[in-house]
């Protein structure tokens, strides 16, 4: 009878989530339009927002010094010190370091891509054994064939129109964020029935310890990240290309596991044409080795020192979330997949530290899995 009773209730379940997704099936085909906007519209804000939050972490430390320390009482006050502070070093920052990137950036299209795709062509173009997989490359990435642009003026226009909106609104987001961020927050409280805000709280402050060791420490490691490739590609003899390829190396690491290793990309390709580097023909190779052990040590040494426990997701679950949340969100889903994801992982630890007894699998269910594993 007890047998029974549970395969009715798993049907049932069954069911139920075939019902759901068939009406979210119906309903993506009746107003995939309108949701497929309204996504464009939601992310056209929250790519500004997400920019300001970030930047608001990274100053949170001299607001505190400004509150706690000095005792400056005024928070309007404070935030136009912070925001005077933030636009001296974006003024120093363009005027040398971003300078010197835009023109190696420059020099490397103009004067190295043209060398890169000559050694791919008499490396693996037409007479080689590797002529297919060229072919199908070159089809799908057009290597050296520029002239093959089709200008479509509206989405030039809309992502105009979206830069435009960023540079304008992240100044403001993180003007409220930091002025108004107690009163923003009691306002979210209030949203919630009384008898919920002692754990909204609670759960609100566990998320933002989570964001705040996230922001904090990823800037750190992508600063880490910079300098040490940079330093590294001047060793190998990348002269003034290592300033640009080691800003580009640490500033790819805002998507671990994935964006430093597209970001070596350039770097292995740019070795293959000067012979002149450390190792020689084997430079490329060190590169890849170079970097595979500077993730090593990053992921698994100085990221649970930096960030701490509550960021520390298993690699598996990280390339989940920057799948589900990159396809969710583009850009800013995949900026945004680690804090959502130690978000949630903050919340069922709360939550099992509420029902242990319910999320907690006992003895026997657990020589009832090992029997099922074996």
Do not use: C
């Not at 890169?116 to 173009?125: K, P, S, T, W």
């Not at 964020?177 to 609670?202: A, Q, S």
């Not at 084997?282 to 970097?291: D, E, G, K, M």
Request: hydrophobic residues 55%; proline residues 4%.
């Amino acid at each position: 009878m007890f047998a029974k009773d549970k395969r009715i209730t798993l049907l049932i379940n069954i069911s139920i989530i075939a019902v759901l997704l068939i009406v979210m099936l119906l309903v993506r085909e009746l107003f995939g339009n309108a949701i497929g906007l309204f996504m464009t519209a939601f992310t056209a804000i929250l790519l500004p927002f997400s920019i300001a939050l970030f930047i608001s972490y990274l100053v949170a430390p001299v607001f505190q010094l400004l509150e706690r320390r000095l005792r400056f009482k005024y928070r309007l006050m404070n935030t136009v010190i912070v925001f005077v502070g933030i636009g001296v070093l974006l003024f120093f920052f363009g005027r040398f370091a971003g300078v010197l990137i835009y023109e190696q950036g420059v020099a490397f299209v103009e004067n190295d891509w043209p060398r890169i795709v000559e050694i791919f062509e008499a490396r693996f173009g037409e007479g080689t054994m590797f002529e297919q997989a060229y072919v199908w490359f070159t089809e799908w990435f057009q290597i050296g064939d520029t002239e093959r642009i089709t200008l479509d003026l509206f989405a030039i226009l809309r992502s105009v129109t979206t830069v435009v909106l960023t540079i304008v609104l992240v100044p403001v987001f993180l003007f409220f964020i930091l002025n108004d961020r107690k009163r923003i927050f009691e306002g979210f409280v209030v949203l919630f029935p009384p008898k919920w805000r002692t754990h909204v709280i609670e759960l609100a402050k566990r998320a933002h310890r989570v964001v705040e060791s996230y922001f904090n420490g990823r800037f750190l490691t992508m600063l880490v990240m910079a300098v040490f490739f940079t330093a590294l590609l001047l060793i190998l003899g990348f002269k003034e290309r290592a300033v640009l390829f080691g800003f580009m190396l640490g500033f790819f690491d805002i998507v671990p596991y994935v964006g430093p290793f597209i970001a070596i990309i350039l770097p292995v390709l740019y070795s293959l044409t000067e012979p002149d580097l450390l190792f020689g023909q084997f430079a490329p190779v060190a590169i890849l080795i170079a970097n595979v052990i500077g993730q090593m040590i990053q992921n698994n040494v100085a990221q649970p020192l930096i960030m701490g426990k509550e960021t520390k997701i298993h690699p598996l679950l990280v390339l989940s979330a920057f799948v589900f949340f990159g396809y969710l969100l583009g850009v800013v889903g995949l900026i945004l997949a680690i804090p959502i994801t130690g978000m949630i992982k903050t919340t069922v630890s709360y939550i099992k530290e509420r029902h242990d007894d319910r999320v907690t699998l006992n003895e026997s269910e657990r020589e009832k899995i090992q029997e099922d594993a074996q």
